[in-house]
């Protein structure tokens, strides 16, 4: 098993930056990818971004490029999501997530961080 544990969410004015980390312990040899997921009220659960565990290859949603940027740090087994030019419409609890080598969809979730963006 893998456990997640995600930190660093809070209240932000619309133009400013944030950034959330989530914590990875356990099993971790048996992570191929990390990734954060977002849902806000009344809205499905969406994919932001994703990172390799090697740190080799990220890709982001579309509507984060350019603002938001996922990065790892291998010594401290923890995933950042750093998150510039934030707009009301990102506020959302921000989930970490992590997948399995051969695994098709993500495994192991933390329990969430709330981030709000006001106008």
């Known amino acids: 098993q893998v456990q997640l544990v995600e930190s660093g969410g809070g209240l932000v004015q619309a133009g400013g930056s944030l950034r959330v980390s989530c914590a990875a312990s356990g099993r971790t040899f048996s992570l191929y990818a990390m990734g954060w997921f977002r849902q806000a009220p009344g809205k499905e659960r969406e994919f932001v971004a994703q990172i390799t565990w090697s740190g080799s290859s990220t890709r982001h949603a579309d509507f984060v490029k350019g603002r938001f940027t996922i990065s790892r740090d291998n010594a401290k087994n923890t995933v950042y999501l750093q998150m510039n030019s934030l707009k009301p419409e990102d506020t959302a609890v921000y989930y970490c997530?992590?997948?399995?080598?051969?695994?098709?969809?993500?495994?192991?979730w933390g329990q969430g961080t709330q981030v709000t963006v006001s106008s």
């Open positions: 997530a992590g997948r399995n080598a051969g695994s098709g969809s993500y495994n192991y």
